[in-house]
Nanobody
Framework: QVQLVESGGALVQAGGSLRLSCAAS????????MGWYRQAPGQQRELVAA???????RYEESVKGRFTISRDNRQNSVDLAMHSLKPEDTAVYYC????????????????????WGPGTEVTVSS
């Protein structure tokens, strides 16, 4: 049974930092690229960062240089370190697989699982 449990969200001021964590179970974690998705109020969910099983990373343009994704295949966990946070980063953040993390259209080709965890809420105040 697949489980994804996100944590670490909080209310922070603009310019602040947060570290999100995701604990995964129920599937072959090390064999899958993982990603962090976010859904802002009234917006569609979008993929912002991905990491392959062997550590290759991809970032959406708006978070490049500010967010860092990492994973621990022994712990079946994936983290997202977020710095220089902006009000537009406000969203609920979710982790999930990323099917084609190395593809040119990696965001559109992500094909996450239909199962989603509860997410963790990040609010950045101006």
């Amino acid at each position: 049974q697949v489980q994804l449990v996100e944590s670490g969200g909080a209310l922070v001021q603009a310019g602040g930092s947060l570290r999100l964590s995701c604990a995964a179970s129920g599937f072959m974690f090390g064999n899958n690229a993982m990603g962090w998705y976010r859904q802002a109020p009234g917006q569609q969910r979008e993929l912002v960062a991905a990491i392959t099983g062997d550590g290759i990373t991809r970032y959406e343009e708006s978070v490049k240089g500010r967010f860092t994704i990492s994973r621990d295949n022994r712990q079946n966990s994936v983290d997202l370190a977020m710095h220089s946070l902006k009000p537009e980063d406000t969203a609920v953040y979710y982790c999930n697989i990323v099917l084609h993390a190395l593809a040119p259209d990696w965001k559109r080709a992500a094909r996450p699982l239909t199962y989603w965890g509860p997410g963790t809420e990040v609010t950045v105040s101006s």
